[in-house]
């Protein structure tokens, strides 16, 4: 194979619109690493939100790896072995208690128990994320006081609109912390740790592996596999991506709703 590690972000990438992996998809990434293929989940989302497609892709049997919260954790799904940990520093949470409330913004931290802890957030966005990863929600008097540990990230929900304004001004109050300010989905604006993304993560875990650049591949579809697909050797933008990240692309592949992995897999591994 020219590839030897496959990563896919989940959301809009690996799933389809309804969230269900396409059989052919399933089929041809386990056929991927029947021959010998290291495969990555790569996501924005907690780690207990990626435990079902851990099970449809049966990653226990064949060995493959997570990585959860944009880049924050890496583990090895069959020994559980937690490789990577990056979270956000104590020693910043009053700056961004401080530029959230004069913005107004909903911050969600997470527990090392995949726990979404707020002060504010209720909008449907923020339904639809705990929702989606099977969460539990622990609502606090003030986050300020209670955020003690380090969480691996920040998430605040909004409309587009809403939050394509907030990012700007949010990038703006924390310029010079060692943290980074994006938005992974058009209504997720989020802060992680400097230097934590997909693109990091993955490039740190393939030279565990002794894999070199050049033998990765990535296929992802939102602003946050930006840095994924300009890290490894071969980026593929899903036809379904945002335009910025088929932009940062070596290969534009099918939709998420069209098998596109396996259109990209069929090509380069």
Same mark, same amino acid.
């Given at each position: 194979?020219?590839?030897?590690?496959?990563?896919?972000?989940?959301?809009?990438?690996?799933?389809?619109?309804?969230?269900?992996?396409?059989?052919?998809?399933?089929?041809?990434?386990?056929?991927?690493?029947?021959? %010998? %293929?290291?495969?990555?989940?790569?996501?924005?989302?907690?780690?207990?939100?990626?435990?079902?497609?851990?099970?449809?892709?049966?990653?226990?049997?064949?060995?493959?790896?997570?990585?959860?919260?944009?880049?924050?954790?890496?583990?090895?799904?069959?020994?559980?072995?937690?490789?990577?940990?990056?979270?956000?520093?104590?020693?910043?949470?009053?700056?961004?208690?401080?530029?959230?409330?004069?913005?107004?913004?909903?911050?969600?931290?997470?527990?090392?128990?995949?726990?979404?802890?707020?002060?504010?957030?209720?909008?449907?966005?923020?339904?639809?994320?705990?929702?989606?990863?099977?969460?539990? #929600?622990?609502?606090?008097?003030?986050?300020? =006081?209670?955020?003690?540990?380090?969480?691996?990230?920040?998430?605040?929900?909004?409309?587009?609109?809403?939050?394509?304004?907030?990012?700007?001004?949010?990038? =703006?109050?924390?310029?010079?912390?060692?943290?980074?300010?994006?938005?992974?989905?058009?209504?997720?604006?989020?802060?992680?740790? #400097?230097?934590?993304?997909?693109?990091?993560?993955?490039?740190?875990?393939?030279?565990?592996?002794?894999?070199?650049?050049?033998?990765?591949?990535?296929?992802?579809?939102?602003?946050? =596999? #930006?840095?994924?697909?300009?890290?490894?050797?071969?980026?593929?933008?899903?036809?379904?991506?945002?335009?910025?990240?088929?932009?940062?692309? =070596?290969?534009?592949?099918?939709?998420?709703?069209?098998?596109?992995?396996?259109?990209?897999?069929?090509?380069?591994?």
């Amino acid at each position: 194979m020219k590839i030897k590690l496959l990563a896919t972000d989940i959301d809009g990438t690996l799933v389809n619109d309804e969230k269900e992996i396409l059989a052919q998809t399933k089929q041809e990434i386990q056929l991927f690493m029947k021959r %010998g %293929g290291v495969f990555v989940l790569a996501s924005g989302r907690p780690t207990k939100g990626i435990s079902r497609y851990i099970d449809e892709l049966e990653l226990r049997r064949y060995g493959g790896y997570v990585i959860s919260y944009n880049g924050a954790r890496t583990f090895s799904v069959r020994t559980g072995e937690l490789l990577a940990q990056k979270s956000i520093s104590p020693e910043v949470y009053p700056a961004i208690h401080d530029a959230a409330e004069e913005l107004g913004l909903p911050l969600t931290a997470y527990s090392a128990q995949d726990v979404a802890v707020t002060e504010k957030a209720n909008d449907d966005y923020f339904k639809m994320e705990t929702t989606i990863n099977r969460l539990e #929600i622990r609502r606090v008097a003030s986050l300020r =006081d209670e955020l003690t540990w380090p969480t691996p990230k920040f998430l605040i929900t909004g409309t587009p609109d809403f939050l394509s304004d907030a990012e700007i001004k949010l990038r =703006d109050r924390l310029k010079g912390l060692p943290v980074c300010v994006f938005r992974s989905e058009p209504f997720f604006l989020e802060i992680t740790a #400097i230097g934590c993304d997909k693109g990091s993560a993955i490039l740190n875990l393939a030279e565990m592996l002794r894999i070199e650049r050049a033998e990765t591949m990535a296929c992802g579809d939102g602003f946050n =596999d #930006i840095t994924m697909l300009r890290a490894v050797g071969i980026g593929v933008a899903m036809d379904n991506a945002q335009l910025p990240t088929k932009n940062a692309a =070596d290969f534009v592949t099918l939709s998420n709703n069209e098998n596109g992995i396996c259109a990209a897999l069929r090509k380069f591994a």
